[in-house]
């Protein structure tokens, strides 16, 4: 298992209530859908140290949901919070994906809104596709029906956002990609001064 | 055990074959080769529906283009499989299209497809009866000595339409630069009329045309390894066929990328950003459309899903025609 480092300074957002899909998987427990919806997944004791900076639930790898396989959810911040940046911890199945977050200045929509580009690799990338770099490794698979697969080494990967100025964000848009799984995601506060944000 | 492959890709015919190249010719960039490729090798049955070809047809044509000749030597008896090993002693790397059922190291397809999947063979070692098998994919990269024994019955057994391919560079080929005429054709591949394929537009107008059609034809497929790749109808054949052009336009974009880097060809952010963007889009559809196959009736996200086919066609459409019009401008101004 290794990671890369999330900026001291990042804020990250509870997805505790959009998650809906079993990504990862205990030993000896029956298989859920998985990355891929066949049940291929990320072997829970492989996370370690990951697991609590993802504010993954402690029953992790038993069947709970543990990642939001996007389809459209809406993150409402509790406050519009000016940004720099987002970070963005999950995986594509079925290939690679590039897509494309909408924020928005309120918490109820309106405003102009900005886009980010999250592009992140297969979970089964060797290496990465894109510019994000690889958060966490697992030295072998679940493959279908929970069977352990040393020829596979899933990846959870870190998409790096940073926006040439910042903007406020009161609530992000996920794209309807049920094969983008998003694992965390951090704001990157922009510091408070008179370059106050549009967004654009 | 962890691996540092130098090149993977997750098309298994573009990462073979560009490992076929470098054996050769270890200088040229296999997005200069394979990426000048714009062909959807797709066709209208005279049912109305989408037929596929076997990706084998334009990458043929692709590298012929270049000045190399790729050559498919098909396998259905052992004495047809000989023709590859004999051409392993003699030191030619080969690739070979094999039935993934039988190939213990691609835990993807092992015992349970029958799809044809490519890897490479080289250095032939008589003594131990070994060679050395590359599978760039990029999840289930590999690159071991394997009991030249123990690829037979993925070769020789069953109908999966399997063969043997050598790369033969012609002596006197030079250098493919792009010209109007070639510029122009991959416009044409992408959004013109007529060609040996249909071009992208029109293929991504035929799916939106009749989507139920083709939802319906992928929900009814079957499962698992029942029968060969040359067996299956229109459902599975829509997957693949859709997995295959996404790659084949992801390869176009990294053409354009490097003819661009190497300046070539103007600066075109626009137009690499609209092939990519279509690849993307066309493999959601495809995923999507996978997912919708197997999901029940009363699953409330079908209509979620349903309902991003349209627009990310739409969209795909629009991104295949701006760039498929850029390259008619660029062939323009190469006249």
Same mark, same amino acid.
């Given at each position: 298992?290794?990671?890369?480092?999330?900026?001291?300074?990042?804020?990250?957002?509870?997805?505790?209530?959009?998650?809906?899909?079993?990504?990862?998987?205990?030993?000896?427990?029956?298989?859920?859908?998985?990355?891929?919806?066949?049940?291929?997944?990320?072997?829970?004791?492989?996370?370690?140290?990951?697991?609590?900076?993802?504010?993954?639930?402690?029953?992790?790898?038993?069947?709970?949901?543990?990642?939001?396989?996007?389809?459209?959810?809406?993150?409402?911040?509790?406050?519009?919070?000016?940004?720099?940046?987002?970070?963005?911890?999950?995986?594509?199945?079925?290939?690679?994906?590039?897509?494309?977050?909408?924020?928005?200045?309120?918490?109820?929509?309106?405003?102009?809104?900005?886009?980010?580009?999250?592009?992140?690799?297969?979970?089964?990338?060797?290496?990465?596709?894109?510019?994000?770099?690889?958060?966490?490794?697992?030295?072998?698979?679940?493959?279908?029906?929970?069977?352990?697969?040393?020829?596979?080494?899933?990846?959870?990967?870190?998409?790096?956002?940073?926006?040439?100025?910042?903007?406020?964000?009161?609530?992000?848009?996920?794209?309807?990609?049920?094969?983008?799984?998003?694992?965390?995601?951090?704001?990157?506060?922009?510091?408070?001064?008179?370059?106050?944000?549009?967004?654009? | 055990?962890?691996?540092?492959?130098?090149?993977?890709?997750?098309?298994?015919?573009?990462?073979?074959?560009?490992?076929?190249?470098?054996?050769?010719?270890?200088?040229?960039?296999?997005?200069?080769?394979?990426?000048?490729?714009?062909?959807?090798?797709?066709?209208?049955?005279?049912?109305?529906?989408?037929?596929?070809?076997?990706?084998?047809?334009?990458?043929?044509?692709?590298?012929?283009?270049?000045?190399?000749?790729?050559?498919?030597?098909?396998?259905?008896?052992?004495?047809?499989?000989?023709?590859?090993?004999?051409?392993?002693?003699?030191?030619?790397?080969?690739?070979?299209?094999?039935?993934?059922?039988?190939?213990?190291?691609?835990?993807?397809?092992?015992?349970?497809?029958?799809?044809?999947?490519?890897?490479?063979?080289?250095?032939?070692?008589?003594?131990?009866?070994?060679?050395?098998?590359?599978?760039?994919?990029?999840?289930?990269?590999?690159?071991?000595?394997?009991?030249?024994?123990?690829?037979?019955?993925?070769?020789?057994?069953?109908?999966?339409?399997?063969?043997?391919?050598?790369?033969?560079?012609?002596?006197?080929?030079?250098?493919?630069?792009?010209?109007?005429?070639?510029?122009? *054709?991959?416009?044409? /591949?992408?959004? &013109? !009329?007529?060609?040996? %394929?249909?071009? =992208?537009?029109? $293929?991504?107008?035929? @799916?939106?045309?009749?989507?139920?059609?083709?939802?319906?034809?992928?929900? *009814?497929?079957?499962? /698992?390894?029942? &029968? !060969?790749?040359?067996? %299956?109808?229109? =459902?599975?054949? $829509?997957?693949?066929? @859709?997995?295959?052009?996404?790659?084949?336009?992801?390869?176009?974009?990294?053409?354009?990328?490097?003819?661009?880097?190497?300046?070539?060809?103007?600066?075109?952010?626009?137009?690499?950003?609209?092939?990519?963007?279509?690849?993307?889009?066309?493999?959601?559809?495809?995923?999507?459309?996978?997912?919708?196959?197997?999901?029940?009736?009363?699953?409330?996200?079908?209509?979620?899903?349903?309902?991003?086919?349209?627009?990310?066609?739409?969209?795909?459409?629009?991104?295949?025609?701006?760039?498929?019009?850029?390259?008619?401008?660029?062939?323009?101004?190469?006249?």
């Amino acid at each position: 298992m290794s990671t890369s480092t999330i900026p001291a300074d990042a804020v990250r957002v509870d997805l505790g209530p959009h998650r809906n899909n079993a990504a990862f998987l205990a030993p000896g427990v029956e298989p859920a859908d998985g990355f891929d919806g066949f049940g291929r997944a990320y072997p829970a004791s492989e996370l370690g140290g990951a697991a609590d900076a993802l504010g993954l639930p402690g029953d992790l790898g038993h069947g709970v949901a543990d990642n939001v396989a996007c389809e459209g959810q809406v993150l409402v911040l509790g406050e519009p919070v000016l940004l720099r940046g987002l970070d963005v911890v999950g995986a594509g199945s079925g290939g690679t994906v590039s897509e494309t977050l909408l924020l928005e200045p309120g918490p109820d929509g309106g405003g102009p809104a900005a886009r980010a580009r999250v592009e992140l690799s297969d979970f089964l990338s060797r290496r990465p596709v894109f510019d994000d770099t690889c958060f966490a490794h697992s030295s072998f698979l679940y493959d279908v029906g929970g069977r352990p697969e040393s020829g596979a080494e899933p990846r959870l990967w870190r998409c790096a956002v940073r926006f040439p100025q910042p903007l406020t964000c009161g609530r992000i848009t996920l794209p309807v990609n049920p094969d983008l799984h998003v694992v965390g995601v951090w704001l990157l506060p922009a510091p408070a001064g008179p370059e106050a944000a549009t967004n654009r | 055990m962890t691996q540092a492959p130098l090149f993977t890709d997750s098309s298994c015919y573009h990462a073979a074959f560009a490992a076929l190249l470098h054996a050769a010719e270890p200088h040229t960039d296999p997005f200069l080769v394979l990426g000048n490729n714009a062909a959807t090798a797709a066709r209208l049955a005279d049912d109305g529906l989408l037929r596929f070809s076997d990706p084998l047809e334009p990458l043929t044509s692709t590298f012929a283009r270049h000045g190399y000749e790729l050559r498919q030597h098909p396998v259905t008896t052992r004495e047809d499989w000989q023709g590859a090993l004999d051409a392993l002693r003699r030191g030619t790397a080969v690739a070979i299209a094999a039935d993934a059922f039988h190939l213990e190291h691609y835990w993807v397809g092992y015992r349970t497809s029958h799809a044809l999947h490519v890897v490479v063979l080289r250095d032939y070692d008589e003594t131990s009866g070994t060679v050395r098998l590359l599978d760039p994919g990029e999840v289930v990269f590999f690159d071991e000595r394997v009991a030249v024994d123990q690829l037979t019955p993925a070769m020789c057994e069953g109908r999966a339409g399997q063969a043997w391919i050598q790369l033969v560079a012609h002596p006197d080929r030079g250098p493919a630069r792009p010209d109007s005429i070639s510029l122009m *054709s991959l416009s044409q /591949a992408l959004s &013109g !009329t007529g060609s040996a %394929w249909m071009s =992208g537009t029109s $293929l991504v107008e035929a @799916l939106h045309s009749d989507l139920d059609r083709y939802l319906e034809a992928v929900s *009814s497929r079957p499962r /698992a390894a029942d &029968g !060969t790749q040359q067996d %299956w109808g229109l =459902g599975p054949w $829509l997957l693949l066929g @859709l997995w295959w052009y996404h790659h084949t336009l992801r390869w176009l974009a990294g053409h354009l990328g490097t003819l661009a880097a190497d300046g070539t060809l103007p600066g075109r952010a626009d137009l690499i950003e609209a092939v990519d963007r279509a690849s993307r889009d066309l493999l959601v559809v495809r995923n999507l459309m996978m997912r919708l196959g197997v999901m029940s009736a009363d699953d409330k996200r079908s209509a979620t899903f349903r309902g991003q086919l349209r627009p990310r066609l739409e969209q795909a459409l629009e991104n295949l025609s701006t760039a498929g019009t850029a390259l008619a401008t660029l062939a323009e101004e190469k006249r």
